[in-house]
């Protein structure tokens, strides 16, 4: 099970060079696999010069310098990293044992994690469900009521802890005395939808919140956006429960299933075509609860 943070003064400073390279010298996911495949390991980089960098595609000359003027963060990030532990913050980088496995095949893995609670188990089966913010009372009560049907089978439900079906997911797995993990597309000291703050905390009591995000980060859309890619990838398959005509977050996860290889189900209402909805193409889609069972057996073989 993955559990903990960085402890050896090691461990802390090679976890503090990725949180200078990732917060302040602005370096994003498949730049950091660029980085980890030219120099070896992020402690390389700082030896490397401006032309050593600047050979990799997507680094400009004044992105070079930017990367190279982080080094003097170090420092600051091993403080940041004592202040996180007392706040009950944990860091895992993509270079430790205890980073999921799951998010290890990605195309852009995040470089760093903060979570608080458990990670999610990397032998457990982990569900995605998700859906619309503007969900209807019939949306809400079915997310609430898959997530109890798959958390008596044993399984942790991953989703974003969005409105609407989002929360119905995770709170349909607390009301079953479940395991629930919610991505953030924000820091932890911004939960997005500020209604969800006690949510949260219930949340990583029995699961973890988790995100790629230093804590004071604010919403963003594309942040919103970008964490959908790691709800997948934390999945062995995702379920839609609900769409609305403007349900881009949920076609950013569709889109994250097909590049993933995942499985993507979707709750047939049958009035989707009369209200503008847009099934995701890769979708196989299901009309009853009772089909969940099924679904979770031909997938994961539970």
Request: with cysteine; aromatic share 6%.
């Amino acid at each position: 099970m993955n559990s903990g943070s960085a402890e050896t003064g090691n461990d802390i400073y090679v976890t503090s060079v990725v949180m200078a390279l990732r917060e302040t010298g602005g370096v994003g996911a498949k730049t950091f696999q660029s980085l980890l495949w030219v120099f070896g390991s992020p402690e390389n980089v700082y030896d490397a010069t401006i032309d050593d960098l600047i050979e990799i595609p997507q680094i400009s000359q004044e992105r070079a310098i930017k990367i190279l003027e982080s080094r003097v963060n170090i420092p600051v990030m091993s403080e940041r990293i004592e202040r996180l532990q007392e706040e009950g913050t944990s860091v895992v980088t993509f270079l430790d044992d205890g980073y999921p496995v799951k998010l290890r095949g990605l195309d852009d893995p995040p470089p760093i994690l903060y979570y608080r609670g458990i990670l999610p188990d990397d032998d457990s089966s982990s569900i995605c469900v998700i859906g619309t913010t503007e969900a209807t009372a019939e949306g809400i009560q079915a997310a609430v009521d898959i997530s109890a049907i798959l958390t008596t089978k044993g399984c942790r439900i991953i989703s974003g802890l969005a409105k609407g079906i989002d929360t119905a997911a995770h709170i349909g797995a607390l009301k079953n005395e479940g395991i629930t993990h919610a991505v953030l597309g924000t820091g932890f000291h911004n939960i997005y939808p500020e209604e969800n703050l006690t949510l949260s905390k219930q949340i990583a009591e029995r699961g973890s919140l988790i995100s790629e995000y230093k804590p004071d980060t604010f919403v963003s859309r594309g942040r919103l956006l970008s964490r959908n890619r790691i709800v997948v990838g934390l999945s062995d398959f995702a379920i839609v429960v609900e769409l609305s005509p403007d349900s881009s977050g949920v076609q950013s996860a569709a889109e994250a299933c097909d590049r993933q290889g995942k499985l993507l189900f979707y709750l047939l209402k049958g009035d989707e075509k009369k209200r503008g909805i847009k099934i995701p193409a890769n979708a196989v889609a299901f009309e009853t609860l009772e089909e969940i069972e099924t679904i979770l057996e031909s997938s994961i073989g539970s």
